[in-house]
């Protein structure tokens, strides 16, 4: 019987890992592999935002290479070990109970009512108390205040925020924190990501550097 090429990519880390195999490889840790997990999903999010289908297929490939990566370290652990067979197990289990409207007697009417129902099951199943229990603070601000924004919403807390983006007449931190907390809370409004509309106002820069050095030639 012909293995999938997902059972030959869990065979090829369990010999990199395992002894006589990469000396690299058998070093790493979760810990260590972190900036990797994170680079790799950052050029994925590049070859999407340049609708690059080669580099998408090749970039994920790499973000699935850490998910394996971490999974077949987690097979080590002396105490509370889990494969990758667990991992997909515990993320199947989980959108079959968070669509309870395709998989249960559920009823909705728009992706709206999807959304507010995957947040109430998922404090329920957390245990969560608070609409920000659960969000990584970690997080650069721009995606941390848009989470909050969402949960906010989806809690149906009315929120008092700016109502009007204005250029303050001192740049102190408070003050451009509020313009910026205006921005964010007017694009999630509209239903515009603001870190990706950001990234494109990124790439407009980058395109207006590459004119004015190509003009200094």
Sequence with gaps: MTSSHLQQLVAVMDRLRSPGGCVWD??????????????????????VEMNDREAMREELGDVLLQVYF??????????????????AQSVAEKLVRRHPHVFGDVIVSSSD?????????????????SAVDGVPLAQPALPLVSKLLYRA??????????????VPTEATPEAVGEVLLATI????????????????????LIAQIADLESTVE
């Excluded at 999903?41 to 070859?47: F, G, L, N, P, T």
């Excluded at 009512?113 to 947040?119: A, D, K, M, Q, S």
């Excluded at 919403?153 to 204005?166: A, F, S, T």
């Design 26 to 47: 058998a070093e790493q840790t979760h810990e260590s592999l972190l900036k990797f997990l994170l680079e790799e999903s950052y050029e994925y999010i590049e070859a």
């Design 70 to 87: 971490h999974a077949r370290m987690a097979e080590e652990h002396p105490t509370d070990p889990f494969s990758i067979e667990d991992v």
């Design 113 to 129: 009512e999807v959304l507010e129902n995957w947040e109430a099951l998922k404090a329920i199943e957390k245990g969560r108390t």
């Design 153 to 166: 919403e989806k809690n149906r807390m009315k929120l008092v925020l700016p109502q009007k983006i204005e």
């Design 185 to 204: 809370a007017w694009a999630s409004e509209h239903g515009v990501d603001p870190e990706g509309a950001l990234r494109l106002a990124a790439r407009s």
